[in-house]
């Protein structure tokens, strides 16, 4: 019968392998996980963090800009996407990222509904992504505290 | 994994961040940091000119290439105009060939697309002949 440490691991196992496969991460994160070590052990959480305050900002200022009704500023809003895409980018938030390239392209043509569909999505895509990345961390700390080290997961 | 990452602490190099992304400086800082390279952050050019002024020196110094009040291409500009000859390796994530042209005309020594990695970090190294790869 397994342990509570080699249930939970795999399921962290599983959970990390179906955030990949489903396209929320690549390979960036992974990345950012090699960074992490006894010295910053808390590494990933804290950039994922600073990550979410980020779009959180940025999603404002896009919803603000966009909200000028007949006197949109695309260029303000395309500077905020562009942003959203470099932070996107290096934490590895792979679908954050393939829809500020699908925004930016709205912004480049003025397509006002389609930047307003953009930003509703850019919104779901990241609560979604801070939702499941929570819960990965959660899965983390449970194995910690059940006395088990956290596996090395390859993709 | 750790064996695949060199420590370049002996070799005392220091290096400057500038980029006006909050996730991105974690990210570069880290990574020097996890070479053994000391390295300060700064927030856009004018701040890269500014900490020069004040009499700081670098090894190395990673330039964004988009940030406010003055971007990377006229930091690297003002920088050469300055005297200062340390190597710039240009970070962004725009990599259209006019872009990367007119950045490296600037005065940069090296170009890498965002986002860095261990490996891009070495390449860098290696091209600017910090790290010889063995």
Known sequence: MDTLVAQLQRQFRDYTISLYHQ?????????????????????????????????????????RALDQTGNVDFSLV?????????SSS???????????????????????????RCLQQVDIEYKSLKAKLQDLFNLEQQIVQAGGRIPQVDI | ?????????????????????????SVHHKLLD??????????????????HCSGRNYD??????????MNGIQATRRLREMGIESKIAGVTTRAEEEEVKEFMEAGLNDFQEKPLTISKLVSILHNLEFYVQT
């Open chain 2, 34 to 51: 996890r070479l053994g390279i000391k390295n300060d952050v700064v927030s856009n050019g004018q701040e890269a000119v500014d900490v």
């Open chain 1, 90 to 116: 290096s934490v590895g938030a792979k679908r954050v990222k393939g829809l500020c390239v699908t925004f930016k392209e709205c912004c480049d043509s003025q397509n006002f509904e389609g930047c307003v």
């Open chain 2, 60 to 69: 190395l110094i990673l330039m964004d290439m988009d940030m406010p009040i």
């Open chain 1, 23 to 63: 396209g929320f991460l690549d390979d960036q994160f992974t990345e950012l996980k090699k960074l992490q070590d006894e010295c910053s052990p808390d590494f990933v959480a804290e950039v994922v963090s600073l990550f979410f305050e980020d779009c959180e900002k940025l999603i404002g200022n896009m919803a």
């Open chain 1, 78 to 86: 395309g500077s905020s996407v562009h942003q959203l895409k470099g």
């Open chain 2, 1 to 25: 994994m750790a064996g695949e990452v060199p420590n370049l602490e002996a070799s005392k190099l220091t290096a400057l961040v500038v980029d006006d992304n909050f996730v991105n400086q």
